[in-house]
């Protein structure tokens, strides 16, 4: 029998293209979390802010937050995730990584850059489907502007919970609020989105609204979550089992290939 899982969103400002500062400041929060948690989510582009100076701020695979990010799984006993800059070779991928105590579970990168930022000039676009199995549970994970193409996340694999990490900004969260719960209803599935909150460099202000709905779309966290701080739920898989086998959606879906 598949477990609930307990997961706990951060959502706090961060510092530009400062990676210690960033990392040093996440640890308040994380030192506030009991044990309980199976999942930890960390922003998008958590140690730097979304900045498009990606030469700068871009780690390896092996460096020093990904190190960092198996060392707090370690202590709390869960998955710890969120997005930052990699690179490999001579690209530079805005990356959504999931780490345990044993290292990297799980990695995405970002399909659909963010053109209205130029991001497509900074890092390359990722086609992996961000998929993988914890607990009992199918997760696929996406990230921020991806949350804008419900083709690109279709629920044609079957996944339970569905996860988008942001840099989401003031002007546009009523679409980030929208958003998340129309997929959450399209897909039959649990949806988390975890957004950051403060002013950055560009003078971009971030509102926060980090949520989780359940398979019907209804809003299982805080209303309007603005503060900074740890957004939390339990997602129970006998009830999205149920849901499914009330409501047989995905049966009528159409068939194709996302990649």
Request: hydrophobic share 40%; aromatic share 12%.
């Amino acid at each position: 029998m598949t477990s609930n899982l307990k997961i706990s969103l951060i959502q706090l400002p961060l510092f530009w293209e400062n990676a210690l500062k960033n990392r040093a400041y996440i640890e308040k929060h994380l030192n506030s979390l009991d044990k309980n948690s199976n999942v930890v989510l960390l922003p998008e582009m958590f140690n730097s802010g979304f900045t498009m100076n990606a030469r700068k701020v871009s780690e390896t695979m092996t460096g020093p937050s990904i190190l960092w990010m198996k060392s707090w799984a370690e202590k709390l006993n869960t998955l710890l995730g969120g997005s930052l800059a990699i690179k490999e070779g001579e690209n530079f991928y805005n990356r959504f990584v999931i780490v345990s105590s044993e290292g990297v579970i799980a990695r995405y990168d970002k399909r659909h850059t963010f053109t209205l930022a130029e991001e497509n000039k900074s890092y390359t676009s990722g086609n992996n489907l961000g998929l993988f199995k914890y607990q009992g549970w199918k997760i696929c994970l996406r990230i921020c502007y991806d949350l804008r193409f419900p083709v690109w996340s279709r629920n044609t694999t079957d996944y339970d919970l569905l996860i988008f990490v942001a840099n989401w900004p003031v002007d546009r969260i009523s679409a980030w609020d929208t958003l998340l719960r129309a997929r959450a209803i399209e897909n039959m599935c649990y949806v988390v989105g975890v957004n950051r909150t403060g002013k950055d460099f560009k003078g971009l202000n971030y509102p926060g609204h980090s949520s989780i709905y359940d398979p019907m779309g209804e809003l299982i966290t805080p209303e309007n979550f603005i503060k900074e701080g740890v957004v939390e739920a339990i997602l129970d898989y006998s009830e999205l089992e149920g849901c499914r086998k009330q409501f047989r959606f995905l049966e009528d879906r159409d068939n194709f290939d996302l990649c």
